[in-house]
């Protein structure tokens, strides 16, 4: 069974940085490799839909929101497993609960992460 866990929220000021990180575990006898998987961070501020924030594609063609092109970075790390989101010059619109996505079947993300939440003050 797949597992993600988010680590790397927290409260900081506008114009701040942070790191989220995606660790996953599991992958063996799921069907999926890690490498091999189109991956996502999506957020959702309260009273608010989802929305997806950046996508890595298998090649590692990475796509962003308009909201936050020119300030976050999605990466990976193959050998950990690790998906990650560097956000940079935060602002309070960025303030949400973050979550990982892994591996698309169907056209949906199969495996999420529980959240971590960023939060941004001005």
């Known amino acids: 069974q797949v597992q993600l866990v988010e680590s790397g929220g927290g409260s900081v000021q506008a114009g701040g940085s942070l790191k989220l990180s995606c660790a996953g575990s599991g992958y063996a006898g799921s069907g999926y490799m890690f490498s091999d998987c189109t991956k996502g961070w999506y957020r959702q501020a309260p009273g608010k839909e989802r929305e997806l924030v950046a996508r890595?594609?298998?090649?590692?063609?990475?796509t962003y929101a308009d909201s936050v092109k020119g300030r976050f970075t999605i990466s990976q790390d193959n050998a950990k497993k690790t998906l990650y989101l560097e956000m940079n010059s935060l602002q309070t619109e960025d303030t949400a609960m973050y979550y990982c996505a892994t591996c698309v079947k169907r056209g949906n993300f199969v495996y999420w992460g529980q959240g971590t939440q960023v939060t941004v003050s001005s």
């Open positions: 890595r594609s298998i090649d590692g063609t990475p």
